[in-house]
């Protein structure tokens, strides 16, 4: 069914569910110094937690050499290479 996800809990599954919570939040945050988002990525307003994960689970499977780098950084490649920003006014 689209729009629902099933998962055992668990401690990493909650982990994971409380770090995408984070993210889900912080992508909406806009750059107090720029026109834009602080993290470069335009995900839809009514992205849902379940499709980020979906996204970071999809990337880090595409690139396994992820696993060795730090959470922040590999979400933040998966989700603005999914949902890039277009050229802001005066950046590349």
Known sequence: MM????YVYTHETGICWGALAVVQELI??????AEGLLFGVCAPAKSSRTQLIAIFIEYAK???KGYSEKFSDVVLDALQQTFPCKAQKGKK
């Open 3 to 6: 729009g629902k996800a099933s």
């Open 28 to 33: 909406t945050w806009n750059d107090p110094n």
């Open 62 to 64: 595409r690139n396994p």
